[in-house]
């Protein structure tokens, strides 16, 4: 397992590189997951930067350059949409299950950043207040993403038919594999929030968002290879794999069973 566990931080370099290729191709924002107004101002300048983010980001990682200032940057761009965007379209439409998701996903993938940074060697030079940040930063991203693993669970749970309607055709026992997956994301939760097994947890969690990215979003994604929306579900979900492959390796290798499992300064 650790060798899969190992690919995590390119799996979730993967996915950066392939939201930075669809800004790219578009020209524009994610128009799921970075729902921007068109009326922002300098939005233009906003795409550019968010295509520079990405894909700089995951040339980091690839090549081993500065990774752990790339993940912060990745995770404070996350940060910025998540309290400008995000949050005041979900404040203003509580009852929109598509606004919570977006908002979730925002929280995982952005803190996930920050837990893989945490984990990551200094390559900055800025000193201990800058380690003190990234740890600070990872543990609160640790419970933000707890808090979004619940909350996919009562969601699965809300629209339970409309998720069996999303398992392909093909595959047997959908309304026990839908419970199967609410079950993951309760499990995966709690180990989070207390701390305890998060090695297994985040296995179980990588395992399944890759199933996912083989069985259920890369099908839809050719087939519809035109729809933007579906190639950036694609990418989210390979990019909740890697994070999660990522957490596993490092928690078993380093402390298993710590409630936060962070570098010693």
Request: a neutral charge; charged letters at 10%; proline letters at 5%.
């Amino acid at each position: 397992m650790s060798k899969l566990t190992a690919t995590g931080i390119y799996i979730y370099a993967a996915a950066l590189a392939g939201f930075g290729i669809i800004e790219l191709v578009t020209s524009d924002f994610l128009s799921s997951a970075l729902a921007v107004p068109a009326s922002l101002p300098l939005r233009g300048l906003g795409v550019a930067l968010s295509i520079v983010i990405f894909l700089g980001g995951a040339a980091a990682i690839f090549f081993r350059i500065r990774r752990q200032l790339a993940m912060v940057v990745v995770g404070l761009m996350y940060l910025l949409f998540l309290l400008t965007l995000h949050l005041p379209s979900l404040l203003t439409h509580l009852h929109s299950g598509n606004d919570w998701a977006v908002t979730f996903e925002a929280v995982m993938l952005g803190g996930g950043a920050f837990m893989i940074a945490a984990r990551l060697p200094p390559d900055t030079g800025f000193g201990p207040g800058w380690t003190r940040f990234v740890q600070s930063a990872a543990v609160i991203a640790h419970y933000a993403f707890a808090l979004a693993l619940f909350l996919f669970a009562t969601q699965h749970i809300l629209y339970f038919d409309y998720i069996v309607s999303l398992i392909p055709a093909w595959m047997p026992a959908k309304i026990v594999l839908a419970y199967i997956v609410i079950a993951g994301y309760i499990l995966c939760g709690v180990s989070f929030a207390i701390g305890r097994q998060i090695g297994p947890a985040a296995l179980m969690l990588g395992i399944m968002f890759g199933l996912w990215v083989i069985v259920l979003h890369s099908p839809r994604a050719i087939s519809k290879w035109s729809v933007e929306p579906e190639w950036t579900s694609l990418f989210v979900a390979l990019a909740v794999c890697g994070i999660a492959f990522f957490i596993a390796g490092r928690e078993t290798a380093e402390q298993p069973d710590a409630l936060i499992v962070l570098p010693r300064v």
